[in-house]
């Protein structure tokens, strides 16, 4: 994208990272997400931290079908039985083999209800060997225990004094690419 674009467009989408290497991730973090999807995915933490671009690569990685709901906005157990379900337990446009999963991936997931959560159990379980789910959320007490125990809970929070400054680094040679991309000075 040329310099002029950049700076007249939404940074945000404009420079979001298009792989896992692009990412500014805690090395714990790259090295569980590193490993695909042989688990459904939670990422968690506070807002800003990449969970959404983190879960979109993921999801454009998958060899299958994507569905991709906000739980801010479908939120309540039709969503559930009306189109996750149904999407889960479709055939795949794909071959279906263990290569070619189907991903849900719920941005937002604590806007989901304690019903739609409730709901969604079964459905982990009996769609496992066809289908990945990818949640992001930013209040994981808001997640239920038992979609949690479901899940590999990844946490994008730094965890210890060392995290924070790896990622206070990493931030700020992140901002002067950015700057140096659109040609505003600093200092």
């Not at 039709?78 to 337990?89: G, N, P, S």
């Amino acid at each position: 994208m040329s310099d002029n674009k950049i700076a007249n467009a939404l940074w945000t989408e404009t420079l979001r990272p298009k792989s896992l290497n692009q990412c500014i991730l805690l090395p714990r973090v790259k090295s569980e997400l590193e490993k695909g999807l042989i688990d459904n995915i939670l990422l968690c933490g506070t807002p800003g931290l990449g969970k959404t671009t983190i879960a979109r690569i993921l999801c454009k990685q998958a060899k299958g079908d994507v569905l991709e709901l906000n739980g801010s906005l479908e939120n309540g157990i039709d969503i559930i039985r009306q189109r996750v379900e149904m999407f889960a337990t479709s055939a795949s446009l794909f071959g279906g083999g263990f290569d070619d999963l189907k991903v849900v991936f719920f941005d937002e997931s604590d806007g989901l209800t304690k019903e739609a959560q409730k709901a969604l159990r079964p459905l982990l379980e009996s769609t496992w060997k066809s289908c990945r789910y990818i949640w992001t959320c930013n209040y994981l007490e808001k997640i239920i225990e038992p979609i949690q125990s479901r899940f590999n809970v990844i946490s994008l929070n730094p965890i210890n004094s060392s995290e924070e400054q790896y990622l206070i680094e990493q931030y700020t040679i992140r901002v002067k690419q950015i700057l140096d991309a659109v040609k505003i000075s600093y200092t």
